[in-house]
């Protein structure tokens, strides 16, 4: 059974994300749903732990270099925060 929520995001990120679900043939909804179902796996216990350069070497073009960096959950929440200030 399908529910219904509303999330806030920012506008580029949307046109993009649009953008990315369009070309795969597949609805920005159901690319959010995957995304959350992989983020919700038993598996990770922290953002640190997810595979994030896995799923940006799938949809990237050309080399992909990502950086990790040991965060705790105070600095993970305080950038998050901070990124929201931004608008």
Do not use: C
């Not at 806030?8 to 959010?32: C, P």
């Not at 796996?41 to 950086?67: I, N």
């Amino acid at each position: 059974m399908d529910t219904k929520i509303t999330l806030s995001f920012d506008e580029g990120v949307i046109k993009r994300a649009k953008a990315f679900a369009e070309a795969n043939n597949i609805s920005l909804s159901r690319l959010i749903e995957f995304m959350l179902s992989k983020v919700t796996d038993p598996h990770y216990r922290s953002l640190d732990e997810l595979p994030v350069s896995d799923w940006v070497s799938q949809v990237a073009e050309g080399e992909v270099t990502y950086v990790r960096k040991n965060a705790t959950q105070r600095n993970l929440k305080k950038d998050y925060l901070a990124s929201r200030r931004r608008k």
